[in-house]
């Protein structure tokens, strides 16, 4: 697949269109593109995401990367599936995104969904996605000294079956 990144700059917008593996081309607004000031475990090459929603009433969002076009990870909210999921930043990685107030945080987690049963979707808790949303800044953040897990189940059928 082509992974070419065109500009396209106008009076009413500022976007880039790329073309992605998963879904041809998108169009960006540049002001959603963000820096991670870590990159996300074992793709420490990449550093630019955006977050694409590809069907808007899904549940599932997909943070792209905008250097490697083959790159895309299924995230969520754990609020979306009923999930009480909170936890404090440790100041250290607070101070790295340059958090200031609690408005300025979208916190999402990274879905595995396999093809052949997503039914069987699980989400990274213990490793969330935090991005300061104020100046573009993001990390995953490996918590600790908490139960959360790294696969946890989403569908209550699939729990049950622990």
């Known amino acids: 697949m082509d992974c070419k990144m065109t500009q396209e700059k106008t009076e009413e917008n500022n976007t880039i269109k790329i073309n992605t593996t998963k879904f041809g081309e998108v169009t960006v607004d540049k002001n959603s593109v963000f820096t991670f000031v870590l990159p996300i475990i074992g793709f420490n090459d990449l550093k630019e995401y955006t977050i694409i929603d590809?069907?808007?009433?899904?549940?599932?969002?997909?943070?792209?990367?905008m250097e490697d076009m083959d790159l895309a990870f299924p995230v969520t909210l754990c609020s979306f599936f009923g999930i009480d999921y909170q936890f404090n930043i440790p100041d250290e990685e607070a101070q790295k995104l340059g958090i200031e107030s609690a408005d300025d945080v979208f916190v999402c987690n990274i879905a595995n969904i396999p093809s052949s049963n997503p039914q069987g979707a699980t989400i990274n808790m213990l490793a969330p996605i935090v991005i300061n949303l104020s100046n573009k800044k993001a990390m995953q953040i490996v918590l600790k000294n908490t139960d959360f897990q790294i696969r946890y189940k989403l569908f209550e059928e699939n729990k049950k079956e622990e």
């Open 54 to 65: 590809y069907k808007p009433d899904s549940p599932f969002k997909w943070l792209q990367s």
